[in-house]
């Protein structure tokens, strides 16, 4: 099922490139119009009742320039198709989702309070661990509220895993958390550096397009736009959209490698049954050594 439901999705990216390029020639523009698709600003401002400073006193004729003197349709749909498609054919679906789902639904603020709030009950933690032992310590702590690594390092120690296995499965699933972060983070930047080429591969058709057909003078105004508009939604998409996606990203993957690194703090204390008030000192240090 998975195989069909990423042959689909290739096969989506391969189309939706074909479209946006036969939709950014005049000949494929003809095509869509005779069967009622006019993707075009016209029809777009008639369609939305757009009224704008620029076609308040221009005739009808006109009414196809971008709308706002920046936005025209076919260029922002020639960049976005042949973004998708890219994504479509470049990236697995699951990898596609998982980049979505961290870049913009996680928090990396939410999850730097969430940590320092475990950081205050590490003692406590310790403590109710040295007195009532490993059963004993989830009472001390709200698991359900703490990071999801934390929380199976608190299910091992209960079931008396030993703690050098402990560290050791935690050490595999911390490279397992880098490894994927990398991989969505590679993949956000690849998008970055692509977007800004697709502008720039509707620059050149635009640019064909209005040496083509210089001597028709109606064809000049949206061959300009295409051939000026499509670079500026690539730049646009590349500074606006995907760098803070990846700067939010990046810091996912810092608070996520934390919270590992103080779990390995925090085991090897209470491994060794050193006092929790040693605890609080040399973990207070270590916080402002990474700050």
């Known amino acids: 099922m998975y195989v069909l439901t990423q042959l689909f ?21 003809l095509a869509f119009q005779e069967y009622g698709v006019q993707l075009n600003n016209s029809a777009f401002r008639t369609s939305m009742n757009i009224i704008d400073g620029d076609t308040v006193n221009i005739g009808a ?28 054919i470049a990236f697995d ?40 032992g490993a059963d004993a310590l989830r009472k001390s702590v709200n698991v359900s509220k703490m990071p999801a690594s934390w929380a ?23 490279s397992l958390v880098r490894k994927r972060y990398d991989n969505l983070i590679k993949m956000m930047t690849l998008l970055s550096n692509v977007a800004p080429s ?12 209005l040496l083509y057909n210089l001597s028709d003078p109606s064809t000049l105004g949206p061959s300009m736009a295409l051939a000026l508009l499509t670079t500026l939604y690539g730049l646009f998409f590349s500074i606006i959209i995907f760098k803070p996606l990846i700067t939010r990203l990046e810091n996912i993957k810092v ?28 973990f207070s240090k270590k916080l402002r050594q990474k700050k």
């Open 9 to 29: 999705f290739r096969i989506l990216g391969m189309l939706l490139i074909v479209l946006a390029i036969v939709l950014a020639t005049e000949g494929g523009d």
């Open 152 to 174: 199976a390092i608190i299910e091992q120690v209960e079931l008396k895993i030993p703690f050098s296995d402990i560290m050791m499965v935690m050490g595999n699933q911390a």
């Open 198 to 209: 697709l502008g720039v591969i509707g620059t050149v058709l635009g640019l064909v397009k």
């Open 93 to 132: 679906i699951g990898q596609i989702k998982d980049g979505i789902y961290e870049s913009i639904f996680r928090s990396p603020p939410r999850m730097a309070k969430q940590m320092d709030e475990l950081v205050k009950r590490l003692k406590s933690m310790s403590e109710s661990y040295y007195v009532g």
């Open 255 to 282: 608070a996520q490698m934390n919270s590992f690194q103080y779990a390995a703090f925090w085991l090897n204390i209470i491994s060794l049954r050193k006092p929790a008030f040693y605890l609080e000192q040399n």
């Open 61 to 88: 004729e006109n009414n196809n320039q971008p709308l706002w003197g920046i936005l025209d349709v076919k260029s922002f749909f020639f960049v976005v198709g042949l973004l998708f498609g890219f994504l479509f």
